[in-house]
């Protein structure tokens, strides 16, 4: 198996072992040429990714794979690799930052850590269950690696899938702390 999409199916487990996707929500690629980059099928799950699951499309968006339809998010995720220096972008819906958020658009954090590890995050609103208004999420992302969708989820990128990754569940454990 190619390791990077191994390192994608792991990532993706990982998020459902922490809560920060359920069913079939959420979404992961990673960059893996100038103009190609691995992301997560249509309709998958997270928790459960097989191989033919993870395919590659070009920055267009067009599949490079035979039948392999990907992911809604893909402008979203095309954009990001178009517009920043991200080689990994994890898009999740965790339950508490969703909560959170659909009430409040500001976090105030409780540890010296996550102050530090996230900084002053942007909570961009989110009217439709994919990302169409792809600017100011993609303004948000050049002032932090991670951004809340009010009423949608959670994007982080980095130079690594584990980079992205652990800044999600850094969040999501700071609003559980938050909301204790």
Same mark, same amino acid.
């Given at each position: @198996?190619?390791? @990077? *999409? *191994? =390192?994608?199916?792991?990532?993706?487990?990982?998020?459902?072992?922490?809560?920060?996707?359920?069913? @079939? /929500?959420?979404?992961?690629?990673?960059?893996?040429?100038?103009?190609?980059?691995?992301?997560?099928?249509?309709?998958?799950?997270?928790?459960?990714?097989?191989?033919?699951?993870?395919?590659?499309?070009?920055?267009?968006? !067009?599949?490079?794979?035979?039948?392999?339809?990907?992911? #809604?998010?893909?402008?979203?995720?095309? #954009?990001?690799?178009?517009?920043? =220096?991200? !080689?990994?972008?994890?898009?999740?819906?965790?339950?508490? #930052?969703?909560?959170?958020?659909?009430?409040?658009?500001?976090? =105030?954090? $409780?540890?010296?850590?996550?102050?530090?590890?996230?900084?002053?995050?942007?909570?961009?609103?989110?009217?439709?269950?994919?990302?169409? $208004?792809?600017?100011?999420?993609?303004?948000?992302?050049?002032? /932090?690696?991670?951004?809340?969708?009010?009423?949608?989820?959670?994007?982080?990128?980095?130079?690594?899938?584990?980079?992205?990754?652990?800044?999600?569940?850094?969040?999501?454990?700071?609003? !559980?702390?938050?909301?204790?």
């Amino acid at each position: @198996m190619n390791p @990077m *999409k *191994k =390192e994608i199916i792991d990532i993706g487990r990982w998020i459902w072992e922490k809560d920060l996707s359920g069913g @079939m /929500s959420g979404n992961i690629s990673a960059r893996v040429g100038a103009n190609e980059i691995l992301i997560t099928g249509h309709g998958t799950c997270l928790g459960d990714l097989k191989e033919a699951e993870v395919g590659r499309i070009d920055l267009d968006g !067009k599949s490079l794979d035979r039948d392999f339809i990907p992911s #809604s998010e893909k402008p979203f995720h095309t #954009s990001v690799y178009k517009a920043l =220096e991200a !080689k990994a972008v994890v898009h999740v819906h965790p339950t508490f #930052s969703n909560g959170y958020f659909a009430a409040r658009s500001k976090i =105030e954090f $409780d540890t010296f850590e996550t102050r530090l590890t996230l900084g002053d995050i942007p909570v961009i609103d989110q009217a439709t269950p994919t990302i169409t $208004d792809i600017t100011p999420v993609i303004e948000a992302l050049r002032r /932090s690696n991670i951004v809340v969708l009010k009423h949608h989820g959670v994007v982080a990128i980095g130079e690594t899938l584990r980079d992205a990754f652990f800044l999600a569940q850094t969040l999501e454990e700071a609003v !559980k702390i938050a909301c204790i």
